[in-house]
């Protein structure tokens, strides 16, 4: 599901079972976001996914999930429009709604200081964004892994 650009109210996760694991994809790159779309889909893990396409559409969306169903896991990329991976990480800590919800860095960014940054705002991890279809499904995995093993209520 893509979220519309703000103001436009975000729509609501799909109907999914409640078994689901819900993520909130921050990704400003359509192909990354069907790459991990279709990545999901193939490895055959029950993960519901919303996309949002930037930081502020993403903060839109949590928003309005904190009185439905919030995400058991968000992934934020850095490089973003309007409000970037780390401003939106930030953010996102700072708020008692959503600052246990786990979250984890997908980034291509190379640079120590991101991924330093990152860390010391709150992210469980810094992971490079896969470079190989193997790569997307083994990172579709261990999402689904990882989130059924937090305690967050989803």
């Known amino acids: 599901m893509e979220l519309s650009a703000l103001p436009r109210p975000a729509p609501r996760p799909s109907e999914a079972p ?25 490895a055959h893990v029950d993960i519901e996914v919303v996309h949002a396409g930037n930081g502020a559409d993403a903060l839109g969306f949590l928003t309005y999930a904190t009185t439905r169903r919030l995400p058991t896991l968000i992934m934020v990329d850095l490089n973003m ?18 600052k246990d919800i786990p979250a984890i860095v997908l980034s291509s960014s190379l640079s120590a200081t991101d991924h330093d940054q990152a860390l010391s705002l709150g992210a469980k991890a810094f992971i490079p964004k896969p470079t190989s279809w193997d790569r997307y499904l083994d990172l579709a995995r261990n999402i689904a892994s990882y989130a059924v093993l937090t305690d967050h209520p989803g």
């Open 18 to 42: 409640r078994d689901a694991v819900l993520v909130l994809h921050v990704e400003d790159n359509p192909g990354d976001r069907q790459l991990i779309r279709e990545a999901i889909g193939e």
């Open 81 to 98: 429009p309007k409000i970037g991976g780390l401003e939106f990480l930030a953010s996102v800590k700072v708020d008692e709604r959503w």
